[in-house]
């Protein structure tokens, strides 16, 4: 979606952001729409706080998406004020976004409901002096990422206490995952959604299956030809 079209659903302010503020105490706030929309494009397009604010002077797509006045343009809101803004939001003000950016895209028909289907890996990222694991969750229908969490580890107490960040922020029942053999995410799973349905990926049973396979030929001294012909039989099955 196009930041022309997403700009059309954030006309309005997201009132429960208004806790964050005191009536009585300062001067008058920046526009909330102004900053929410700031937020959003900072976290599109992976800009800081000094970076995004430089991108709407000179963009007038991000102008508009922000509904930032030409006249205001050099004066809307300093980057140091959008940390501190966001430091006050916290991670309260964060899930109060995204409920709110989440449910409009639902509203305008932008992104489907979730059937409760997921499929879930860790992979390993490579940072100079840094063990770092990211976790995802996508919908495998429609590509679109649940969640996603960075970790040290990937051992089951992580894993549990990053599914259950995951759990607090939906509204619907995860019914099954789709994954790889890693037991300790296996374990986590089972331990964090009710009676969650796991099934692991053609990929890893296919792995799975040529380790078993050979181990087979060995034990019965079949044939490779009969064992080959077993083989085709059941990857067309499955």
Not at 13 to 41: C, H, M, P, T, W
Not at 214 to 236: A, F, G, M, S
Request: aromatic content about 14%; charged content about 30%.
């Amino acid at each position: 979606m196009s930041l022309f079209c997403l700009g059309k659903l954030f006309l309005g302010k997201i009132k429960q952001l208004s806790k964050f503020y005191n009536k009585e105490d300062g001067r008058f706030g920046k526009s909330i729409r102004v900053v929410v929309a700031i937020l959003i494009l900072s976290k599109l397009r992976l800009l800081s706080d000094i970076k995004v604010i430089e991108q709407i002077w000179k963009n007038r797509y991000y102008q508009y998406f922000c509904n930032v006045p030409d006249k205001e343009l050099f004066s809307f809101l300093s980057p140091s004020s959008l940390t501190r803004i966001r430091q006050r939001y916290g991670i309260k003000g964060d899930e109060i976004i995204e409920k709110y950016i989440f449910d409009k895209l639902r509203k305008a028909g932008a992104i489907a409901e979730c059937q409760g289907y997921f499929q879930e890996d860790e992979g390993f990222e490579k940072e100079p002096g840094l063990r770092t694991y990211t976790v995802v969750m996508p919908d495998p229908k429609t590509q679109l990422v649940w969640h996603m969490d960075y970790v040290d580890h990937v051992d089951e107490k992580t894993l549990c206490t990053s599914f259950k960040d995951f759990l607090q922020r939906i509204n619907f029942n995860v019914k099954g995952v789709t994954k790889d053999n890693l037991k300790p995410s296996t374990n986590a799973l089972k331990s964090v959604f009710y009676k969650v349905w796991i099934d692991f990926c053609h990929l890893h049973f296919l792995k799975k299956l040529n380790k078993a396979i050979v181990v087979y030929q060995k034990e019965t001294k079949r044939p490779w030809k009969r064992v080959n012909e077993l083989y085709k039989k059941i990857n067309k099955d499955s």
